[in-house]
C-alpha cells in the first residue's frame, strides 16, 4: 500500500508540473455573453472559446499593468467562422452596461493602452449567422510601451524635435499616428528624410501650422512620402505628423528619421503666388530653385512695346522645367496658352501685366541647385537648344 502511493504520489506530483509549466487558461466558459459576464484572462496566456449557436458572443477582460499595447490574437478557427471583436467600457450604473470604446475589427488586433486599465471586449461572428462546436484558440498579449516619445497622437501633445535630430519612432500598431514641432526662426524650408524604414511601412508626411497661440493645427501641405519638404514663409513652429501611408501596416521595428532646416537657396523667394510674383523686365537673368518639390514660382512682367520674347534656362539634370503665361481680367487668372517646355517663345502686348509660372514639368522633382532663366527679346528667327544658356 505504502509503495502504491507513493506511485501515486510522483504522478500528481507530475501532473501537477505540467499544469504549472502551462501556459493554457483553457476554457473561461459560460455564461459571458455581457460585459458584466465577461471572463478575466491572463496576458500571455491561451484560452479556448467556442461559438457554440448561432448568435453567440463571449465576453472577455484583461488587466494592463501600464502604458503600452494590447495584442489579442488567434490560433485555431473553424473555417465556416469569421472572429471579430470590438473593445467596450463597463458602466454599471448605466442602462446600457457598455460604452463601446472601438467599432468592430478583424483578430489579430492591437490597441494601444495610456494607464494601468482592465480592458474588455467581445468576440463573435462577423456576421452572427454561424456556429461551430470546433474549439478556437486565442491569447491576449500585453506589451510594453516601446517607443519613448509616445503618446504623441495629436497636435496637443506634438514632440519638439530640433533641426539634424536623429528620431527612432514606430509606427505601431496600425493607424498609428505621431505628431511632432519644430521652431524656425528665419525664412527658408523644412525637410524630412529618413535613414531607415522598416520593410512594410511608407511613411507619409503632412505639415500643419496654428493662426495663433489659441488657434488649432491646420494643414498648410498635402500628403508627401519622404523626404517631404515645405516652405517656411514665416517664423514660427510648424507642426508635422507621420503615419504609415494608408495606415494598414505597422512594425515593431523604428523608423530613422531627421528634419532639416534649410536657409532659404533662392533669391527670388516668396514668390508662390500672383500676389507674390516677382517682378523681372527684359533683358533679366534670374535663379529660381524649385525646392521643394511641389514647388512653384510666379514671376510678373509689363513690356512697353508689342514683343515677342523667349525665356530659355539652365538647369539641374532631374529638373524639366516648363512655364504657363497667365493674365489678369475681372480680377481673375487667366491662362493664355498651355504649358511650355523651356526654350520657348511668348507673344506680348504694350503696356500689358503678363505673369508667368516655372515649375518642374511633372511637379514630382526638385533641387537646391537652382534653374537660371534669361528673359530677353527675339530678334530675327533666333532660336535656341533645351538646357540653353544663351551666354
Not at 525664412?187 to 531607415?196: C, D, E, F, I, W
Not at 503678363?354 to 532660336?383: A, H, K, Q
Request: charged share 30%; proline share 5%; hydrophobic share 35%.
Amino acid at each position: 500500500m505504502r509503495d502504491c502511493l507513493k506511485q501515486l504520489a510522483g504522478v500528481v506530483a507530475v501532473i501537477g508540473l505540467a499544469v504549472a509549466c502551462s501556459s493554457s487558461g483553457g476554457d473561461i466558459g459560460e455564461p459571458n455573453n455581457s460585459i458584466l459576464e465577461s471572463g478575466m484572462l491572463e496576458s500571455g496566456k491561451s484560452y479556448t472559446m467556442k461559438i457554440d449557436s448561432v448568435g453567440d458572443i463571449d465576453w472577455y477582460s484583461v488587466p494592463v499593468p501600464g502604458q503600452g499595447y494590447l495584442n489579442i490574437s488567434t490560433k485555431t478557427v473553424p473555417d465556416n467562422l469569421n472572429l471579430q471583436l470590438r473593445f467596450a467600457e463597463k458602466q454599471e450604473w448605466e442602462p446600457e452596461k457598455q460604452k463601446w470604446m472601438t467599432g468592430w475589427s478583424d483578430i489579430p488586433k492591437t490597441i494601444a493602452v495610456l494607464d494601468p486599465d482592465t480592458l474588455y471586449f467581445v468576440i463573435a461572428d462577423n456576421y452572427n449567422d454561424e456556429a461551430s462546436d470546433e474549439e478556437v484558440e486565442f491569447k491576449t498579449e500585453f506589451i510594453e510601451e516601446f517607443d519613448e516619445y509616445e503618446p504623441n497622437d495629436e497636435p496637443d501633445n506634438a514632440v519638439s524635435v530640433s533641426s539634424g535630430e536623429v528620431m527612432e519612432t514606430a509606427f505601431f500598431p496600425k493607424t498609428d499616428v505621431d505628431w511632432f514641432k519644430i521652431k524656425v526662426e528665419e525664412l527658408g524650408y523644412l525637410m524630412l528624410q529618413a535613414r531607415s524604414v522598416p520593410d512594410d511601412i511608407t511613411v507619409n508626411a503632412r505639415y500643419a501650422k496654428r493662426k495663433d497661440a489659441f488657434g488649432k493645427a491646420e494643414y498648410i501641405s498635402g500628403w508627401q512620402k519622404l523626404p517631404a519638404g515645405i516652405q517656411v514663409t514665416e517664423e514660427g513652429e510648424y507642426y508635422f505628423t507621420l503615419v504609415d501611408d494608408y495606415n494598414d501596416a505597422m512594425s515593431r521595428e523604428k523608423a530613422v528619421w531627421k528634419i532639416d532646416y534649410i536657409a532659404e537657396v533662392d533669391s527670388t523667394e516668396p514668390n508662390n503666388s500672383f500676389e507674390e510674383a516677382y517682378s523681372v523686365s527684359i533683358g533679366d537673368t534670374v535663379k529660381a530653385a524649385i525646392f521643394p518639390k511641389g514647388d512653384e514660382d510666379y514671376f510678373t512682367l509689363t513690356p512697353d512695346s508689342k514683343l515677342t520674347i523667349r525665356l530659355a534656362a539652365q538647369h539641374p539634370d532631374n529638373i524639366k522645367p516648363e512655364v504657363k503665361l497667365y493674365v489678369i481680367e475681372d480680377f481673375e487668372e487667366k491662362a493664355i496658352g498651355s504649358w511650355e517646355k523651356l526654350p520657348t517663345q511668348l507673344q506680348l502686348e504694350r503696356d500689358r501685366k503678363y505673369y508667368f509660372v516655372l515649375v518642374d514639368d511633372y511637379n514630382d522633382e526638385y533641387s537646391m541647385e537652382p534653374v537660371t532663366l534669361r528673359i530677353f527679346e527675339v530678334e530675327g528667327d533666333e532660336t535656341g537648344t533645351e538646357n540653353d544658356t544663351d551666354e
